[in-house]
């Protein structure tokens, strides 16, 4: 699986931006996808996972209630939804696959075999 991360930018402070992450093969949608992001001088931390049905996902606290994560298994998609953003959301975004599994979705960086290359999100003040 190959995976190319879109839709990052800069924005205020209560913004709001949506990223996608495109995948190639045909067996997209047997897998578990993740949003991953890294500040400069932090560890890569969990955002969200989504079930590879789609019917199970799973947040960090800090973004709960803010971001929403959805998939479009027609069009090998995933998308974060991101709303009132906030500065400490600055980071480089990373999507990520795993599986097939019939496990839990994950938030271990750890159990993902697959990264896109990122995109920079950066919320003003």
């Known amino acids: 699986v190959q995976l190319q991360a879109s839709g990052g930018g800069l924005v205020q402070a209560g913004g709001s931006l949506r990223l996608s992450c495109a995948a190639s093969g045909r067996t997209f949608s047997t897998y578990d996808m993740g949003w991953f992001r890294q500040a400069p001088g932090k560890e890569r931390e969990f955002v969200a996972a989504i079930k590879w049905t789609g019917f199970s996902t799973a947040y960090a606290a800090s973004v709960k209630g803010r971001f929403t994560i959805s998939r479009d298994n027609a069009k090998n998609t995933v998308y974060l939804q991101m709303n009132s953003l906030k500065p400490e959301d600055t980071a480089v975004y990373y999507c990520?696959?795993?599986?097939?599994?019939?496990?839990?979705?994950?938030?271990?960086?750890?159990?993902?075999?697959?990264w896109g290359q990122g995109t920079q999100v950066t919320v003003s003040s």
């Open positions: 990520a696959a795993t599986g097939p599994s019939n496990t839990p979705v994950s938030s271990d960086v750890s159990r993902y075999e697959y």
